[in-house]
T-cell receptor, first 111, second 113 residues
Framework: DAKTTQPPSMDCAEGRAANLPCNHSTISGNEYVYWYRQIHSQGPQYIIHGLKNNETNEMASLIITEDRKSSTLILPHATLRDTAVYYCIVLITGANSKLTFGKGITLSVRP | GAGVSQTPSNKVTEKGKYVELRCDPI?????LYWYRQSLGQGPEFLIY????????DSGLPNDRFFAVRPEGSVSTLKIQRTERGDSAVYLCASSSTPLGFQFFGPGTRLTVL
């Protein structure tokens, strides 16, 4: 059974913020939210992760709702190079942090 | 190199043949993962190594698939009696910690004719 649900696709204009939603209504207290992306013909790339608090790094911001049942990945100024499949993953970090990918959301950034 | 490397980048074989796919993880990374990605799908976990030992091989689809990591660095994924359904991109990832951020290689595209 899927632990996360994401819309299949979305697009945004270059230079604008891209807000990618993810639902994880069955998340448990010790599960983190991770985001990866996969540009065409490349391996997945780690973006950001969080537990409860909002997080920001040089790539993106992660906003997690207070009940932790959903989150949003924000790319503040999308560029054409951000066109990719974005995966939202929940997992308990520990001895075996194998990633369970869904189908992800395809973000298309248009000029 | 600084990243995870995988060879070959492409492999075409005939049904029934044996193939080996190689992964060179980032130096010093003790955790190594293999995933398989079919067209239009997200990657699926195959096997996880911590050091030399396979700590979790629950994702291997059947006994035609086997992986080794004899010295705790390079890993080889071996597929016997290949079938057309084995065609996919095989991804390798490594990590220095038991956390969720893994560094992926570019993958090996396997085509079984």
């Amino acid at each position: 059974d899927a632990k996360t649900t994401q819309p299949p696709s979305m697009d945004c204009a270059e230079g604008r913020a891209a807000n990618l939603p993810c639902n994880h209504s069955t998340i448990s207290g010790n599960e983190y939210v991770y985001w990866y992306r996969q540009i065409h013909s490349q391996g997945p790339q780690y973006i950001i992760h969080g537990l409860k608090n909002n997080e920001t790094n040089e790539m993106a911001s992660l906003i997690i709702t207070e009940d932790r049942k959903s989150s949003t990945l924000i790319l503040p100024h999308a560029t054409l190079r951000d066109t990719a499949v974005y995966y939202c993953i929940v997992l308990i970090t520990g001895a075996n942090s194998k990633l369970t990918f869904g189908k992800g959301i395809t973000l298309s950034v248009r000029p | 190199g600084a990243g995870v490397s995988q060879t070959p980048s492409n492999k075409v074989t005939e049904k029934g043949k044996y193939v080996e796919l190689r992964c060179d993880p980032i130096s010093g990374h003790t955790a190594l993962y293999w995933y398989r990605q079919s067209l239009g799908q997200g990657p699926e976990f195959l096997i996880y190594f911590q050091g030399t030992g396979a700590a979790d091989d629950s994702g291997l689809p059947n006994d035609r698939f086997f992986a080794v990591r004899p010295e705790g660095s390079v890993s080889t994924l071996k597929i016997q009696r290949t079938e057309r359904g084995d065609s996919a991109v095989y991804l390798c990832a490594s990590s220095s910690t038991p956390l969720g951020f893994q560094f992926f290689g570019p993958g090996t595209r396997l085509t079984v004719l």
